[in-house]
Structure formats: structure tokens, C-alpha cells
């Protein structure tokens, strides 16, 4: 047997006595569903402009409307409130997750921009980034609960499974890369390690369903297996047409953006690895488009002011808005599509 196929079946070791969590975080029924939409925000290399895309994104997203919360998730290296020139307090995510307060409603603070809310990590404890399962159920659970049109979390980059499940946990989830190989291997890599997430958490889920039991026949198909391109190929012919690899990311959107393109090749690498994602995983990676390199963008992150309402006209500020809408028309029609099944089912 492959170590690929002994890593999915192997179980995840059993949490110390008294770390317990009463309800862990769910990549396999992706837990309560809100009624808000959740975006997530994160890639596999750090200071490639996550926080930048979630800050604008959700300034566009209150602009059209929608009562949006941000949510800064970078665990230990919260900066999110920065940019909207909100200093610390002593209250912050940390002081949730870690139950020293009951109610996440308690660290929401305004923006200053109407619609717009956020859940700092300022002034998080020094201990955060070690987190427990007990944190990100208690995480789940209350954006479950929260009255929001939409949520976006602004994630920590790397592979850690607290990152990945909480990239798991959305509606429609945004890879950041920029240009440079060392962040378009990371970014692969994360693509690599959130289907390896997801589908070692089905097969060795205590619950039976369809997609557990096609995971479980490409796996026995071909034990020899030790790729995740190998996989998804017999988890094709398993599933014989029955299911699409799609079904593995259980419904969530997935997205990548190519953040300071200066050269005309820089232009091509989002299409590049959206048709490597397709052929290799078997799922399309919408490359939602590309922010150009513009000296404002540091600018506004200087003067603690956000780029599309700053300076809505700049090269920048549009790159970021046109990849907003593309995300917003990808998520209205699956919307739509949801609705339509719905009509037909009654």
C-alpha cells in the first residue's frame, strides 16, 4: 500500500484528555449552514495581498448593499483592522475562540463604512496560533448563527489544517498568488493538500454516505496509488458519471486571483493554472482575473484607506473590482441554480 493511501486512512490521533471539543469543525457536512454566504480568503504563501482582496471585497460588498462582516482568521498575525485605521482593544477573536466571552457579537466593531462590520485579531493573545479543534467549532458555529448577507474571512497563508478547514467551511473560497514561483508552488500546493483534507476527513468520517463510499472504491481500486491526479482519475471511473470531482470540495466555489502582474506574462499564468487545476484535479479553478502592480495600493494601505473607495479610478482598484464581480456573477447563478432545483422538486 502507497503512503498516499495509508495517509487517508489514517486516522487523526485523539485529542489530549480535557482538549476535547464538544463539537468539532465539520469538512465532512460542512456543518450549520448560515444564512449568510461565506467567502474565505487565503493562499499558501504569506504577504502575496489576502488582507487587501478581503478589505475591498468586502467594502464592495457593502457598497452594493449587501450587510457584510469581515473576519480576520489570520490567527497570530491579525492585521486586517490596519487597513480601515481601527486600533487595537482588549477584546478580539481570541478572546472568543478561547470562551473568556460567550458572544462573538461582543468583538464585532464598525468599520466606519455603513454595512460593513468587523471581527479583529488585534491585540489576539500570543497563544492563538496554536489552535485547538474546540476554537474553530466554536468558529463555525457562531458564523452559523450570525445575521449577515455575507461573511468573509481573511485567512492565515500555509497548510495547516486549522487553514483548511476553514477555507472548507465556504461558499466560495479565493486563492491569492502573485507571479513569483515560490508563490505559485505554494498556491498548488495548497490546492493539493485542501482536496488531501477533504478527503481523508470523508473516508474516515463516522457517518455512511455516497460520496464516502466512491472515495473509499478509487481508493481500493488502486492502492498503489501516489498522486492526487491518480486519485481523482479513479475516483472518476468509480463514480462511473455518478459524481464529479467537484463533489470531493463538498459544493464549495473555488476561485484564484494573480495579484501584482507587471510583465505581459505575468497575464498568463492565471489561465495556465486554471486549465493545470482542471486537468489535474478535474475542477475548475475560476481565475477571476488579475491586480495589477500599482505603487497606490501601498499608498492606501500608508494612509489606512481602501483602495476602491479611494481611489476608485486607479489600474488597481479596477483590476480589484472586475474580480468581484466575476466572483458575484459565478455566485448569483449558483444561487439561481439552487432556487431553480428547488421549484422543480416541488
Not at 185 to 203: D, G, H, P, Q, S
Amino acid at each position: 500500500m502507497s503512503f498516499f493511501a495509508r495517509f487517508l486512512g489514517r486516522k487523526k490521533k485523539p485529542e489530549p484528555e480535557g482538549e476535547a471539543a464538544p463539537g468539532r469543525l465539520s469538512i465532512v457536512g460542512r456543518g450549520p449552514r448560515p444564512a449568510s454566504r461565506i467567502w474565505t480568503v487565503g493562499g499558501g504563501k504569506g504577504g502575496v495581498g489576502k488582507s487587501i482582496v478581503a478589505a475591498n471585497f468586502g467594502a464592495l460588498l457593502a457598497g452594493s448593499g449587501q450587510r457584510t462582516l469581515l473576519i480576520d482568521a489570520d490567527f497570530g498575525a491579525a492585521n486586517l483592522h490596519t487597513l480601515f485605521g481601527i486600533t487595537g482593544s482588549n477584546l478580539s477573536l481570541s478572546s472568543f475562540l478561547k470562551a473568556d466571552i460567550t458572544d462573538i457579537r461582543r468583538v464585532v466593531t464598525g468599520t466606519g463604512i455603513q454595512d460593513l462590520d468587523i471581527v479583529t485579531g488585534a491585540m489576539d493573545s500570543l497563544n492563538i496560533a496554536d489552535m485547538k479543534a474546540s476554537y474553530l467549532a466554536r468558529l463555525q458555529t457562531a458564523v452559523s448563527e450570525l445575521d449577515y448577507d455575507h461573511i468573509v474571512l481573511d485567512l492565515s497563508p500555509g497548510t495547516s489544517p486549522e487553514v483548511l478547514d476553514c477555507f472548507l467551511m465556504s461558499d466560495e473560497g479565493v486563492l491569492v498568488t502573485t507571479p513569483e514561483p515560490t508563490s505559485i508552488e505554494n498556491t498548488y500546493r495548497f490546492m493539493k493538500c485542501l482536496f488531501l483534507r477533504r478527503i481523508r476527513a470523508v473516508i474516515n468520517s463516522g457517518e455512511p454516505g455516497r460520496l464516502k463510499e466512491m472515495l473509499k472504491a478509487a481508493l481500493e481500486r488502486d492502492p498503489k496509488i501516489s498522486t492526487v491526479s491518480e486519485f481523482i482519475k479513479n475516483f472518476r471511473l468509480s463514480a462511473g458519471g455518478e459524481a464529479a470531482p467537484e463533489e470531493i470540495l463538498g459544493g464549495m466555489g473555488a476561485h484564484l486571483i494573480v495579484n501584482r502582474t507587471r510583465l505581459p506574462e505575468d497575464r498568463t499564468i492565471g489561465p495556465h493554472m486554471q486549465r493545470a487545476c482542471l486537468s489535474y484535479f478535474g475542477v475548475r479553478f475560476n481565475h477571476l482575473g488579475d491586480i495589477c502592480q500599482d505603487t497606490l495600493i501601498e499608498d492606501s494601505v500608508r494612509t489606512r484607506k481602501l483602495l476602491v473607495r479611494n481611489y476608485p479610478g486607479t489600474a488597481a482598484a479596477l483590476s480589484l473590482t472586475s474580480c468581484f464581480r466575476k466572483l458575484v456573477s459565478v455566485e448569483q447563478g449558483k444561487v439561481e441554480q439552487k432556487a431553480a432545483r428547488g421549484l422543480q422538486q416541488t
